[in-house]
Nanobody, 123 residues
Framework: QVQLVESGGGLVQAGGSLRLSCAASGRTFRTYAMGWFRQAPGKEREIVAATSWSGGRLYYADSVKGRFTISRDNAKNTVYLQMNSLKPEDTAVYYC????????????????WGQGTQVTVSS
């Protein structure tokens, strides 16, 4: 079993940056692909970025390409999401999740979820 805890959310002005972290418990973290999702009020949960277990394969939603970077440190059991040039439409609760698939991009492919961290971007 994997337990995930996100941190790093907060309130930032448009154009600013935040770095989210997701700390995982368990010795099997390095065997899981990891993803970042977000969910805004009244909207479905959507993929933001994902990384394979090694970090060698990455996926980004079109809406964040060139602005967000996902990375992982398997020695620290942590995955990161660096968010730059933030926009008001990036406002959402951000979740990290773990999947046994190589590089999953849909929520139902992920087995374990964190509790989420709020990101609010003011205009």
């Amino acid at each position: 079993q994997v337990q995930l805890v996100e941190s790093g959310g907060g309130l930032v002005q448009a154009g600013g940056s935040l770095r989210l972290s997701c700390a995982a418990s368990g010795r099997t973290f390095r065997t899981y692909a990891m993803g970042w999702f977000r969910q805004a009020p009244g909207k479905e949960r959507e993929i933001v970025a994902a990384t394979s277990w090694s970090g060698g394969r990455l996926y980004y939603a079109d809406s964040v390409k060139g602005r967000f970077t996902i990375s992982r440190d398997n020695a620290k059991n942590t995955v990161y999401l660096q968010m730059n040039s933030l926009k008001p439409e990036d406002t959402a609760v951000y979740y990290c999740a773990a999947s046994r698939q190589v590089l999953a991009t849909i929520p139902r492919a992920y087995e374990y979820w964190g509790q989420g961290t709020q990101v609010t971007v003011s205009s």
